[in-house]
């Protein structure tokens, strides 16, 4: 039998997948926003842009690992094909049956 906590698991990661690429998506459009007003000069101090420019290599990294992660992790479907997978055999398949061929027999 498939334990519970699996599918359970599974919605937790499919969430996960949506959470990092929503973050690694604004991540990444705040450091686009950063180079923009670096590269037009809106910073007057050199030392603002300096931290502009810090946080920008900073969020554009945390941006390219969430997006990445988002990727990696397979999509709900996939999961539950391979939890599925790992469980279906031969025998299961055969008990399986047989329990279902037992429970229509019982209901007529």
């Known amino acids: 039998m498939i334990n ?7 919605d ?7 959470a990092c ?16 007003l670096i590269k037009t000069g809106e910073f007057y101090e050199e030392e603002n842009e300096r931290i502009a420019k810090r946080y920008s ?3 554009s990294i945390v ?7 988002g990727i990696l992790v397979p999509s709900k479907q996939g999961m539950t094909e391979m939890l599925i997978a790992k469980y279906a055999t031969k025998e ?5 049956i047989d329990y279902i061929v037992e429970t229509w027999t019982s209901l007529k």
């Open 21 to 36: 690429c929503v973050i690694g998506t604004i991540c990444a459009l705040v450091a686009a926003a950063l180079v923009v």
């Open 92 to 96: 299961n398949a055969k008990e399986l």
């Open 57 to 59: 290599k900073a969020l």
């Open 4 to 10: 519970p906590i699996y599918f359970y698991l599974i």
């Open 12 to 18: 937790v990661f499919s969430d996960l997948e949506t």
């Open 63 to 69: 941006a390219a690992i969430l997006i990445t992660l």
